[in-house]
Nanobody, 128 residues
Framework: QVQLVESGGGLVQAGGSLRLSCVAS????????IGWFRQAPGKEREFVAA????????RYADSVKGRFTISGDNDKNTVYLQMNSLKPEDTAVYYC?????????????????????WGQGTQVTVSS
């Protein structure tokens, strides 16, 4: 079992930046694919970014490409989502997710239902 705890959300003006953190505990050695998702009120949970826990193979949603960066620090069991040039449409609850399998084949990393472990989420609000 893996536990994930997100932090770093908050209120920021459009054009600003935030860095989200996701700290993993438990059987972290079993993690393979890490993803960030977000969910706005009344909308479905959507893919934001993914990477391999060991590093590399980063993927981004078109809506955040060039503005967001996913990275990890295995020594700290932490995954980050650096968010720059934030827009009001980025407002959502952001979730960290992990799975013990490689979800890259067939693009399963895009599907929230493919991930076994989830954090509780952190709210990001971008004001115009």
């Amino acid at each position: 079992q893996v536990q994930l705890v997100e932090s770093g959300g908050g209120l920021v003006q459009a054009g600003g930046s935030l860095r989200l953190s996701c700290v993993a505990s438990g059987r972290t050695f079993s993690m393979y694919t890490i993803g960030w998702f977000r969910q706005a009120p009344g909308k479905e949970r959507e893919f934001v970014a993914a990477m391999r826990w060991s590093g590399g193979s980063t993927r981004y949603a078109d809506s955040v490409k060039g503005r967001f960066t996913i990275s990890g620090d295995n020594d700290k069991n932490t995954v980050y989502l650096q968010m720059n040039s934030l827009k009001p449409e980025d407002t959502a609850v952001y979730y960290c997710a992990a799975d013990p399998r490689s979800l890259y084949s067939g693009g399963y990393y895009l599907n929230p239902h493919a991930y076994d472990w989830w954090g509780q989420g952190t709210q990001v609000t971008v004001s115009s």
